[in-house]
């Protein structure tokens, strides 16, 4: 039986219809001022129902039951107190896995999308790739999309939340990722010394958002961990730490990448050269905002 069909079994005939439904609710996101409010309204309705966009479109006609249409309600009432959409749904989707995200965890962003492809064109140019660290790892979205990538490298996911490691452990464990090694703790410290020094790639999302911006930021952010967005009164105190830690880390000819904020782009490449790094390349978003700044170490 086709997800379609079986899915009529679930509907009564005199019933409001899932146009109806969907209908409803997109009105409600969009007095909220909740961006694309009939997308979001169609994922809640996929999600409990368990079926594809395609088939909730062709079917908008068939009648819901009430049990559904009192999850569905419930589930609108939590987006209407702007609690995230992944947050509601229980995951996000990121360069193509699924991961798990809930309270405690940073949501992963498209623009760390771009971040995790400029690792992957470093780490193919690398003639040897043993050691990944990655710095503030939160759902391990990118520890566990490079070790996808490259079973043969040891990957250190670092987080000092205990809640975001829940989520990474949750990730690794259902995705069957075993070179991935989640510890907890700030920057390095948590890695074995004798491994310092041997690192061939240091990958980090560090918080770089400035103190006295976040109030202003959209209401989801505030259910989000303040630590993995707050970068200090100036926005760079994140990767400060993590620039020092990768030094640490790095061996000769080793590799840093990491996202930026807006405007961010000119300290940065300061602090790389402070730092002991060299080639160091700015990457642009899709709005042509330089996001993703790469260095190779030397030491100073």
Same mark, same amino acid.
């Given at each position: 039986?086709?997800?379609?069909?079986?899915?009529?079994?679930?509907?009564?005939?005199?019933?409001?219809?899932?146009?109806?439904?969907?209908?409803?609710?997109?009105?409600?996101?969009?007095?909220?001022?909740?961006?694309?409010?009939?997308?979001?309204?169609?994922?809640?309705?996929?999600?409990?129902?368990?079926?594809? &966009?395609?088939? $909730?479109?062709?079917?908008? !006609?068939?009648?819901?039951?009430? +049990? #559904? =249409?009192?999850?569905?309600?419930?589930? /609108?009432?939590?987006?209407?107190? &702007?609690?995230? $959409?992944?947050?509601?749904? !229980?995951?996000?989707?990121?360069? +193509? #896995? =699924?991961?798990?995200?809930?309270?405690? /965890?940073?949501?992963?962003?498209?623009?760390?999308? $771009?971040?995790?492809?400029?690792?992957?064109?470093?780490?193919?140019?690398?003639?040897?790739?043993?050691?990944?660290?990655?710095?503030?790892?939160?759902?391990?979205?990118?520890?566990?999309?490079?070790?996808?990538?490259?079973?043969?490298?040891?990957?250190?996911?670092?987080?000092?939340?205990?809640?975001?490691?829940?989520?990474?452990?949750?990730?690794?464990?259902?995705?069957?990722?075993?070179?991935?090694?989640?510890?907890?703790?700030?920057?390095?410290?948590?890695?074995?010394?004798?491994?310092?020094?041997?690192?061939?790639?240091?990958?980090?999302?560090?918080?770089?958002?400035?103190?006295?911006?976040?109030?202003?930021?959209?209401?989801?952010?505030?259910?989000?961990?303040?630590?993995?967005?707050?970068?200090?009164?100036?926005?760079?105190?994140?990767?400060?730490?993590?620039?020092?830690?990768?030094?640490?880390?790095?061996?000769?000819?080793?590799?840093?990448?990491?996202?930026?904020?807006?405007?961010?782009?000119?300290?940065?490449?300061?602090?790389?050269?402070?730092?002991?790094?060299?080639?160091?390349?700015?990457?642009?978003?899709?709005?042509?905002?330089?996001?993703?700044?790469?260095?190779?170490?030397?030491?100073?």
């Amino acid at each position: 039986m086709n997800q379609s069909l079986s899915t009529k079994k679930q509907f009564k005939n005199k019933a409001p219809g899932v146009y109806q439904l969907l209908t409803w609710a997109a009105g409600q996101f969009r007095a909220c001022g909740i961006e694309a409010p009939q997308r979001q309204a169609q994922e809640l309705l996929m999600h409990i129902l368990g079926i594809s &966009r395609v088939c $909730l479109l062709a079917e908008s !006609g068939l009648k819901i039951n009430s +049990g #559904i =249409r009192g999850r569905f309600k419930d589930l /609108v009432h939590k987006r209407l107190e &702007r609690i995230p $959409l992944q947050y509601i749904l !229980g995951y996000e989707d990121f360069m +193509g #896995i =699924r991961l798990q995200v809930g309270p405690g /965890v940073l949501i992963p962003r498209p623009e760390t999308e $771009l971040l995790a492809a400029e690792a992957y064109r470093i780490c193919r140019e690398m003639k040897s790739l043993r050691l990944i660290a990655d710095l503030g790892t939160g759902s391990g979205n990118l520890a566990l999309n490079l070790a996808s990538r490259f079973p043969k490298a040891l990957i250190y996911g670092v987080d000092s939340s205990p809640q975001a490691l829940y989520w990474a452990r949750r990730n690794r464990r259902r995705l069957k990722t075993g070179r991935v090694r989640l510890l907890c703790g700030d920057a390095e410290l948590p890695i074995p010394r004798s491994r310092y020094g041997n690192f061939s790639l240091v990958v980090s999302n560090p918080p770089y958002i400035l103190s006295s911006d976040i109030p202003g930021l959209q209401a989801e952010v505030g259910y989000e961990p303040r630590s993995a967005l707050d970068g200090g009164p100036d926005g760079l105190s994140g990767i400060r730490r993590m620039l020092k830690a990768a030094a640490r880390l790095l061996h000769p000819q080793g590799a840093l990448i990491c996202e930026i904020g807006m405007g961010q782009a000119g300290a940065v490449k300061k602090l790389f050269k402070k730092n002991g790094f060299v080639d160091i390349k700015v990457t642009p978003d899709w709005q042509n905002i330089p996001r993703i700044v790469s260095g190779k170490w030397r030491s100073p």
